[in-house]
């Protein structure tokens, strides 16, 4: 009896071991932020970027294969208060689809104002699509000048195939194919 409750243990412990190595070997691809700046635009404080993915190699490996996954953007505009908690003024969330069409070949990158086909996945062109990106953060008749101003964004990449009936059920696993990378920048208006 003793035995048989051993082997199970070790059977669950091999098992819950291999689901590790599993999750950490996917989610080794760094992003980087370049070229950030905050203007104005036609009455809007307007967000600038560039997105710089360094090892290009795992994206392209995760939609050859036909898995479909995200870029989740999320951006945060606050008003810097010494005594209180910084004012929330804007919140968005960006979310950018990436995935293959098994049928036609291309692979397809969906903003959610503007989907890019791509033939061939090469990394030049799969790069010119990350940068200058543009978001609009708040109408300037919202912002006091002379305040300071705190904005945070965080952007991470999610694998949509994982469905949520086993995110639930493994809750302490990460299912991010790349951890979410945070950047924070004060300016004065």
Request: with cysteine; hydrophobic share 40%; net charge negative.
């Amino acid at each position: 009896m003793h035995r048989i409750f051993f082997k199970y243990i070790f059977t669950v412990v091999v098992v819950t071991g291999l689901l590790f190595l599993h999750t950490n070997d996917s989610r080794a691809q760094p992003l980087d932020f370049s070229s950030f700046l905050i203007d104005t635009q036609e009455d809007y404080l307007v967000a600038m970027f560039s997105i710089d993915i360094e090892e290009f190699e795992k994206i392209q490996e995760a939609l050859h294969d036909g898995k479909k996954i995200s870029m989740i953007c999320t951006i945060r505009l606050q008003r810097h208060r010494t005594l209180f908690w910084n004012k929330n003024i804007q919140e968005k969330t960006i979310e950018i689809g990436m995935e293959k069409d098994l049928l036609s070949e291309e692979y397809m990158i969906k903003f959610p104002d503007k989907t890019y086909t791509l033939k061939n996945m090469q990394e030049d062109s799969f790069d010119t699509i990350f940068k200058n990106i543009n978001i609009k953060l708040a109408p300037l008749k919202e912002l006091i000048p002379e305040r300071k101003y705190r904005l945070h964004i965080g952007i991470r990449v999610i694998n949509r195939d994982v469905p949520q009936w086993i995110k639930s059920t493994l809750f302490f696993l990460s299912w991010d194919v790349v951890p979410q990378v945070l950047y924070e920048k004060e300016f004065s208006f």
